[in-house]
């Protein structure tokens, strides 16, 4: 399977403040995923990062506040904006996998702490 | 939109007993059923999938089973070992035709005690 990097690996911001968290692949992938996982929650999908378009937002997440970049098919970024610490989560890229497409593989995670 | 459950959300077994987990699905159209162990600070780990045209799927230890007319699959965990121990999500998606988007359960602590 693919390798998926993230950076940072964790951060601490300070409320009010914008955080940019970065996924890399190492082969091209069509789809790119971004996640949240509240402490000792499960996963919410946050949003598709398509490439070449827009994003893709779930029900309750919105391109304001989660702007997703997705410019070529190893790389897409996702910002949290204007943080507020319920904004403190670990947040997860995935990809597809090769072989079946609705296979779905994690990054490492971001884990952000708002103050 | 789907929504799966999932129970229990913690179990606690001795090493060598079997473990159960069980989820229930909303949407008869989902067709793609992953489980994932994620261990503390740990991404998630893609452990075992089914599909809809499977009722019965086994790796060594592990096996699934998905019961389509009744909407649940459930994992099991055979001879129960330390290493076991994490956080299992199961998760269910449909082909849209675009992306298949997972929706997860709400988890499941497994503790194996020696």
């Known amino acids: 399977s693919a390798v998926i990097s993230q950076k940072p690996s964790r951060d601490i911001c300070q409320r009010g403040t914008s955080l940019t968290i970065q996924c890399q692949v190492d082969?091209?992938?069509?789809?790119m995923f971004w996640y949240r996982q509240q402490p000792g929650q499960s996963l919410t999908l946050i949003a598709t990062?398509?490439?070449?378009?827009?994003?893709?937002?779930e029900s309750g997440f919105v391109i304001d506040k989660f702007p997703i970049s997705r410019p070529n098919l190893t790389f897409s970024t996702l910002t949290v904006s204007n943080m507020s610490p319920e904004d403190s989560s670990i947040y997860l890229c995935?990809?597809?996998?090769?072989?079946?497409?609705?296979?779905?593989?994690f990054g490492p995670g971001t884990r952000l702490t708002v103050l | 939109g789907e929504n799966v459950e999932q129970h229990p959300s913690t179990l606690s077994v001795q090493e060598g007993d079997s473990a159960v987990i069980k989820c229930t699905y909303s949407?008869?159209?989902?067709?793609?059923f992953p489980w994932y162990k994620q261990e503390l600070g740990k991404r998630p780990q893609l452990i075992i999938d089914?599909?809809?045209?499977?009722g019965e799927k086994k790796d060594q230890r592990i096996a699934v089973t998905l019961n389509k007319t009744a909407k649940h699959f459930s994992l099991h965990i055979t001879e129960t070992q330390p290493e076991d121990s994490a956080v299992y999500f199961c998760?269910?998606?449909?082909?849209?035709?675009?992306?298949?988007?997972?929706?997860f359960g709400t988890g499941t602590r497994l503790q194996v005690t020696l």
């Open positions: 082969s091209q992938v069509t789809m």
């Open positions: 990062a398509n490439q070449g378009s827009e994003a893709t937002y």
């Open positions: 995935s990809v597809e996998g090769q072989a079946s497409t609705d296979t779905q593989y």
């Open positions: 998760a269910a998606s449909k082909d849209t035709g675009t992306a298949s988007k997972l929706t």
């Open positions: 089914i599909r809809s045209n499977v």
């Open positions: 949407d008869s159209a989902s067709n793609y």
